[in-house]
């Protein structure tokens, strides 16, 4: 049943991202990106990475794509039109960049398999026999607080100064008067 | 093979109960509103006009289906379902007596949270594939109120979930009543574990966790759309918003979402704050009225109750106030909601290393 559901959610990802660079319509685009996004947090769930999965459909699909949708509608009709008539071409870059692109690709997706063996790794036999192995019961999210309370206290407040300078900066470009 | 059977009853069970609850508060709607305004509602169809829903969604099943020829079929078709699923999942975290839920997650809250803003994404789709100007406009409007409103909304739970230090609802649920794992204080004083009732809510748990219930519930009824904050679909304006073009079974979608979404942020509240399925009534002494109203059937009496109050004050608040104007609706959230909530949230965690030790 969970083979089954894996499946399905990762062909659901792949092909609804290959229409997103496919597709003419870009408003039908933007929302098939939605499928994507979804998609890729069902995945997340079988990683048992629950707080992830979460955290992606909140950010992802509750703000980030509804920003892109937002900032679509507003924007003016000959700026979209000029948008849809580009070249039919896949990806529409030069030839040598997306030949560079490709083969990066490609090396990342090679080094992956030539990574990956039919067996379990060592690393996770071990943690088994040590029983250190999350559970889907577990209680994963007082572990990450705990987590990032203690471990990665350091990278959690940087993240948090950075963001908080970015709210900033928002906010005083959308300030009306002379000083932008 | 049961399991699977259990998964297939508890949406279905579920479903009927959201079909059956929008039937009734249409109904309790309208009579409300005749009461505010002083006339008497629906009077005509059955006794007191009672099947007066059930002649509506008769009437909208068989509609034709009709769809606008510059729509975009696709987008304007999936807009509904879209909506609808999202509140509707929603429920599946959702707890309604002890231990009476269809999943017992850890990341209970955090998922209605996350799951409830796909709607958003819905109503964008609606607008954007009816290729209408007032719909575009209204899906618009809904997504500025609906996205700065999240906000609020997020900070009112953070300050609950610092005190519980828990987003499972059914432990937030059992940490309000006489079952508690853990010592109910009332307003950080009063040991009330034994009590229980009333004064083990979380709103009185500590005195500025009510302000934080008040903040929610604004912010949720402007999730909701719903007036004073509905200038999304306002028919004075914008004609329906981002519903104009929808009509017949797609419409009536829709509106199970909007009632759908109304129970869920009340039970939410609900569960949250004002005890979910504990009882309001103390022990005292040797009366154990808490001891006595506890317990399964009770628990989903209560629970229900509860959410159906507030939902009535829901509606209450609906025919009371007046439209909000775009900019005072941005001025509440922006500069009366969201620092308040933020004072409420650097309480909470004051309170939860000074007062719970």
Request: glycine content about 8%.
């Amino acid at each position: 049943m969970e083979e089954i559901l894996f499946y399905a959610f990762a062909t659901l990802a792949i092909t609804a991202a290959l229409l997103v660079v496919n597709i003419r319509n870009t408003a039908r685009a933007l929302f098939l990106f939605f499928v994507v996004l979804f998609a890729m947090a069902g995945l997340y769930l079988f990683a048992l990475a629950d707080f992830v999965a979460i955290t992606q459909i909140l950010v992802y699909v509750g703000g980030v794509l509804i920003l892109l949708i937002f900032a679509f509608m507003l924007s003016n009709k000959e700026l979209l039109a000029d948008l849809q008539n580009t070249s039919r071409k896949f990806i529409s870059l030069p030839n040598w960049q997306s030949a560079l692109l490709s083969l990066a690709f490609l090396s990342v997706m090679l080094y992956a398999f030539w990574g990956w063996k039919q067996h379990t790794p060592d690393w996770i036999i071990e943690s088994q026999r040590q029983g250190t192995v999350i559970q889907a019961t577990d209680n994963n999210i007082g572990t990450l607080g705990f987590k990032f309370m203690t471990q990665y206290v350091l990278p959690f407040e940087v993240i948090s100064i950075f963001l908080m300078m970015a709210l900033i900066g928002a906010a005083h470009l959308s300030r009306k008067g002379d000083s932008v | 093979m049961a399991d699977l059977l259990l998964h297939i009853i508890i949406p279905i069970a579920i479903f009927l109960f959201i079909a059956g609850f929008t039937l009734f508060a249409v109904y309790a709607e309208r009579k409300i509103a005749g009461f505010v305004q002083d006339r008497l509602g629906p009077m005509e169809t059955g006794k007191y006009g009672l099947i007066q829903t059930i002649a509506d969604i008769l009437k909208l099943i068989q509609k034709e289906f009709i769809t606008p020829s510059a729509a975009d079929k696709a987008l304007f078709l999936t807009a509904p379902v879209i909506i609808f699923v999202a509140v509707f999942i929603g429920y599946s975290v959702v707890p309604w007596a002890p231990d009476f839920l269809p999943t017992n997650t850890n990341t209970g809250l955090f998922f209605i949270l996350a799951i409830v803003s796909i709607d958003a994404i819905g109503i964008l789709m609606a607008g954007w594939g009816s290729n209408n100007k007032y719909s575009l406009l209204g899906a618009i409007r809904a997504i500025a109120q609906m996205v700065s409103y999240e906000i609020p909304v997020g900070l009112s739970l953070i300050s609950a979930i610092m005190i519980t230090q828990t987003l499972n609802l059914n432990e937030i649920a059992d940490l309000q009543g006489i079952h508690s794992p853990e010592i109910i204080y009332f307003m950080g004083f009063w040991d009330v574990t034994d009590i229980g009732g009333l004064f083990a809510w979380h709103i009185f748990q500590a005195p500025h966790l009510l302000v934080v219930y008040i903040i929610f519930f604004i912010a949720t009824l402007a999730e909701c759309n719903r007036a004073p904050f509905d200038i999304p679909e306002a028919e004075s304006e914008l004609i329906g918003g981002f519903h104009t073009e929808y009509g017949g079974i797609k419409f009536a979608f829709l509106f199970l979402a909007e009632y759908a979404m109304m129970f869920l942020v009340s039970i939410l509240g609900v569960i949250i704050f004002l005890g979910g399925w504990n009882t309001p009534l103390p022990n005292i002494g040797s009366l154990r009225l808490a001891d006595w109203t506890t317990g399964l059937g009770w628990g989903l009496f209560w629970t229900v109750s509860k959410s159906l109050l507030i939902v009535g004050i829901q509606m209450w608040v609906r025919w009371t106030l007046p439209r909000f104007r775009a900019d005072q609706l941005m001025t509440l959230c922006w500069k009366i909601l969201i620092p308040v909530a933020f004072v409420c949230m650097a309480i909470s965690g004051l309170w939860r290393i000074l007062v719970i030790v």
